[in-house]
């Protein structure tokens, strides 16, 4: 017996698969035999396995680079090849859509580490762009340096970190970056100071669109001798704070960036959202600006919730809320 035609959602689905399968052979003969000769390279990985919310599709190529030049390397393969490409950090902070990523996903395992160092008279420490900024500061913590233990409870990079100015605890990045070093957008890399990059609250020239195709290989901090029993002990208060008021499980991160003279989660609350579901994404009863995967979440069903926060809130508050969580690739319907 036939099998009756694919009509309709069915057929569109089957289409976009198709087309992307096509586009998954036309790319591996063209690139993946080049990446794989810079790093180790994966097809069709599930993004899911990589990103803190445990939600999205595959990438066409999947390729983990261990330094600065393999990262700098994929960038210029990719687009010498014409081929689209996504730095991926830690996979915190953003929402992957259900169809995933087409192109090249590079993710950023590059974690080098110099100083800190004394240099014009400041304690300079200089870190590759995959580098997890919590590390990062509970190591400095650790070896008696001050400036960003603030910092040890944010699941990014320092990459991520220079692009939104990421911030905790009345501290963040630009209270301490000195510099970034860039692949531009023709492929030179190039040191900026940190004043070029116009850091502002969760805000920086790269997301504004300011600073068009780089990406960042490696930044520059200072930091300041401080007590290192005194910072372990900052650390572990922040720890506690963290685990008081912050829920556990899959989620991104704050999914809502703060109006002004509000607090997200307020707005959240006050327009009857604590504990409301879509699939099995959660508003968080513990912390409203948080969506909980309560096991097999689609990015659809957590884009339903920001949508139905964000005219809920309007209609509530009057504000509009801004998305701190970032979506990409295809498929939020």
């Not at 990406?215 to 005194?230: F, K, M, Q």
Request: one cysteine or more; a negative charge.
């Amino acid at each position: 017996m036939n099998a009756p035609p694919v009509t309709g959602l069915a057929a569109k689905t089957e289409a976009l698969d198709e087309e992307r399968r096509a586009g998954v052979e036309s790319m591996d003969e063209r690139i993946i035999e080049r990446l794989r000769a810079i790093a180790p390279t994966k097809v069709d990985e599930p993004l899911s396995r990589h990103t803190t919310f445990g939600i999205g599709g595959p990438a066409d190529a999947f390729v983990t680079v261990r330094s600065a030049g393999e990262l700098a390397a994929a960038v210029v393969a990719s687009r010498e090849l014409a081929v689209p490409y996504f730095v991926l950090g830690a996979g915190s902070n953003i929402l992957v859509g259900d169809r995933g990523i087409r192109g090249v996903v590079i993710d950023n395992e590059a974690r080098g580490v110099v100083g800190p160092r004394e240099l014009a008279g400041e304690n300079v420490l200089r870190a590759e762009s995959g580098m997890p900024i919590a590390t990062l500061a509970r190591n400095l913590a650790r070896q008696g340096f001050a400036g960003i233990e603030w910092a040890c409870g944010i699941p990014g990079t320092l990459g991520g970190a220079v692009v939104s100015n990421a911030g905790a605890h009345d501290g963040c990045l630009a209270d301490i970056l000195r510099s970034v070093t860039i692949l531009d957008a023709e492929g030179r890399e190039r040191d900026l100071p940190s004043p070029s990059l116009g850091l502002r609250y969760r805000s920086s020239a790269f997301n504004r669109g300011e600073l068009v195709d780089c990406v960042v290989l490696a930044v520059e901090i200072t930091v300041r001798p401080g007590d290192r029993s005194a910072l372990v002990r900052k650390v572990a208060e922040y720890d506690e704070h963290r685990l008081d008021a912050q829920p556990r499980g899959r989620n991104s991160g704050s999914i809502f960036k703060n109006p002004p003279g509000h607090h997200a989660w307020q707005l959240v609350d006050a327009a009857g959202l604590r504990g409301e579901q879509r699939g099995d994404a959660q508003i968080s009863e513990k912390h409203c600006n948080f969506i909980l995967n309560l096991g097999n979440a689609r990015a659809a069903d957590v884009c339903a919730l920001m949508e139905e926060a964000r005219r809920r809130v309007r209609e509530q508050s009057g504000v509009d809320l801004e998305n701190e969580v970032e979506l990409i690739g295809e498929g939020f319907e």
